[in-house]
């Protein structure tokens, strides 16, 4: 198929959604292709902070100031898609004072609240804490569902124009004397061939930068950081809770909706395809965060999963927790001669908007137009928390008198809502029905709803392929999250779930 489009933008995580969105609002048409589905890569399989930006007070000024700005913008804009909880930084015996002491006057100075709160203050606040601890810092932490977050960007992207291709992966770019005319891309599950012209391109491929620059013969100095994190079972703590020292691997636990989320590492890698979480990284988060949260030791852990940082080098680095979280903008015409493409990579999910506003700036630029961002200040649509539960089961409650059929029993998804769902989007496979709805995020982690999940689309006639190879493939993905956590009560749950999958499809042992 012959396409062509103004502004082409490869890759559909937080990133390349916001463009899609902010040069939408400025008027200027685009078309975003993703290999997966939205948040296939960093965007989701990231531990859902919404940082204050006090992580990086003492480090990484810059980025914490970033990180505060946008902080307070998407309060305004997106509150549907996050949960304010607050956060603490705790001091334990070992770290001292004299950290804590800089952490406030690096705060202070770029204008992040942080309070010093008394002993039992802290411990009224997050009774499970260390009782050991030394010190309490509290900062506007929060939590963030990033799943929300970039499909109510790209459902308010393509109401104001914007288009995309999911599925579909770039596989040549076609260069000439200076400058992108196209490229050819492929629909991974159609076989279609697609040849897409277009003025301006736009890398927002994130840790797959370089795969992707590697096709018009370019190359960035990057690093790419691997981050495991772990799921528990249940909501830990209340608030966002910090180890008050250098960054360091195991600092950080984070409430998200019904569970809570440790994390995380930072190991170097070279493979942006092929990586896992170890035993040894397990061990190390839960050895690490059970300092300042003891019954961590004792709770049931349902999944691990690991995202892979994209880090920009400026220099020579040793350790990569010495690299900005800062994002880099790349005019590739300057870098390389190369007129209209740009590269926008680095950054976090917290900085998806300022990334993008930043990244259309320069687009706009580029194209001598005048056309100022809006994002900052227009609020994606969206309604309720999807944290808040209660409300969930009180608007839920008259249906359920009537006999409605509850498809996922952890995070209160009725059949009706996801079949509406389900018909709003071209949904090709069932990754993307997970990205669009609860399911398969509560404890359970699919383990109960996914077979009803194809149940329903049996029902509706939108299979596509075999239900039974659909059902493997998502049941040997969920394998790799248990694995590194296969002991005490998470073994006899999946001695459960595999006994239940057995009888439902009449398996042999």
């Not at 505060?68 to 001091?91: D, W």
């Not at 890398?203 to 096709?215: I, M, V």
């Amino acid at each position: 198929m012959q396409m062509k489009t103004e502004v082409l933008i490869v890759g559909g995580g937080a990133t390349g959604v916001g463009i899609a969105r902010d040069l939408s609002l400025r008027g200027i048409p685009s078309l975003l292709i993703e290999k997966g589905d939205f948040t296939s890569g960093a965007s989701g399989r990231n531990h859902g902070l919404l940082h204050s930006g006090a992580r990086y007070a003492v480090s990484d000024p810059e980025a914490a100031t970033e990180c505060i700005s946008e902080n307070r913008i998407l309060k305004q804009i997106a509150p549907h898609c996050l949960e304010e909880t607050g956060g603490l930084f705790v001091s334990l015996p070992e770290d001292g004072l004299e950290f804590r002491d800089l952490f406030l006057t690096s705060c202070e100075k770029v204008d992040i609240p942080a309070t010093l709160l008394s002993r039992d203050e802290a411990l009224n606040l997050e009774p499970e804490l260390n009782p050991d601890f030394l010190s309490a810092v509290e900062v506007p932490d929060g939590s963030i569902d990033p799943f929300s977050l970039v499909v109510e960007n790209a459902r308010d992207a393509e109401k104001h124009g914007a288009r995309f291709l999911l599925h579909t992966e770039v596989r040549s770019i076609q260069v000439d004397k200076g400058k992108i005319l196209g490229v050819r891309a492929k629909d991974l599950l159609q076989g279609e061939e697609h040849i897409i012209d277009t003025r301006y391109l736009i890398n927002a491929t994130g840790a797959w930068a370089n795969q992707f620059l590697n096709l018009a013969g370019l190359r960035l100095d990057m690093a790419l950081s691997k981050g495991s994190m772990i799921i528990t079972n249940q909501r830990i703590t209340q608030r966002v809770i910090n180890r008050c020292r250098r960054p360091s691997d195991g600092d950080i636990l984070v409430p998200n909706g019904l569970v809570s989320i440790l994390g995380t590492t930072s190991i170097h890698l070279d493979d942006v395809e092929n990586f896992e979480v170890t035993r040894s990284e397990v061990s190390l988060l839960i050895k690490e965060i059970s300092r300042m949260v003891p019954v961590i030791k004792g709770t049931r852990f349902i999944r691990t999963y690991a995202g892979i940082r994209p880090l920009v080098l400026p220099e020579e680095k040793e350790d990569d927790r010495a690299i900005s979280r800062g994002f880099a903008l790349i005019d590739h015409e300057k870098r390389d001669g190369l007129k209209n493409l740009i590269t926008v990579t680095g950054g976090k999910l917290m900085t998806y908007r300022l990334m993008a506003e930043k990244t259309s700036d320069l687009l706009c630029q580029k194209m001598g137009i005048q056309a100022s961002c809006s994002t900052h200040r227009t609020p994606l649509s969206g309604k309720g928390k999807p944290f808040e539960l209660k409300e969930r089961l009180r608007e839920i409650r008259p249906a359920l008198g009537k006999g409605a059929e509850i498809i996922c029993d952890c995070e209160i998804v009725e059949r009706e809502e996801l079949e509406e769902s389900i018909k709003k989007g071209d949904l090709k496979d069932l990754q993307d029905i997970l990205h669009r709805t609860r399911l398969a995020k509560g404890t359970c982690q699919g383990g109960f709803c996914i077979y009803r999940l194809l149940g329903v689309l049996h029902d509706l006639k939108m299979s596509r392929g075999d239900p039974n190879s659909i059902l493997k493939g998502f049941l040997e993905e969920r394998w790799k999250g248990i694995r590194p956590i296969l002991w005490g009560t998470t073994l006899k749950e999946e001695e459960l779930i595999e006994s239940i999958y057995k009888g439902i499809f009449n398996l042999e042992p």
